[in-house]
């Protein structure tokens, strides 16, 4: 059994930086890939970045590129989400994803295991 933890969001102004950060446990952590989603309310979970088992891919939202950068480190088994220039248009809940396998790392419904999410929210 895999377990996603969390941590790093909170209230922030718009322009305003955050650092997500994701934990795991349960499994070799350099096996898998990774990946952030969001979901705001009403709205589906939409995706935000993913990176590859070896870092030596890394995926964006169009919405994200340039401001967002997802990075990894597998001796601490995390994975990160530096997010800068924020906007209100990014608030809300944000999902650390693993899965087991490469190919579509757009589709949340690719992803073996969440973690249970931490609230980002941004002020105008």
């Known amino acids: 059994q895999v377990q996603l933890v969390e941590s790093g969001g909170g209230l922030v102004q718009a322009g305003g930086s955050l650092r997500l950060s994701c934990a795991a446990s349960?499994?070799?952590?350099?096996?898998?890939?990774m990946g952030w989603f969001r979901q705001a309310p009403g709205k589906e979970r939409e995706f935000v970045a993913a990176?590859?088992?070896?870092?030596?891919?890394?995926y964006y939202a169009d919405s994200v590129k340039g401001r967002f950068t997802i990075s990894r480190d597998n001796a601490k088994n995390t994975v990160d989400l530096q997010m800068n220039s924020l906007k209100p248009d990014d608030t809300a809940v944000y999902y650390c994803?693993?899965?087991?396998?490469?190919?579509?790392?757009?589709?949340?419904?690719?992803?073996?295991?969440w973690g249970q999410g931490t609230q980002v929210t941004v002020s105008s």
């Open positions: 994803g693993l899965k087991y396998y490469g190919g579509n790392y757009y589709a949340a419904s690719t992803y073996d295991y």
């Open positions: 349960g499994r070799t952590f350099s096996n898998y890939n």
């Open positions: 990176i590859s088992r070896s870092a030596n891919s890394k």
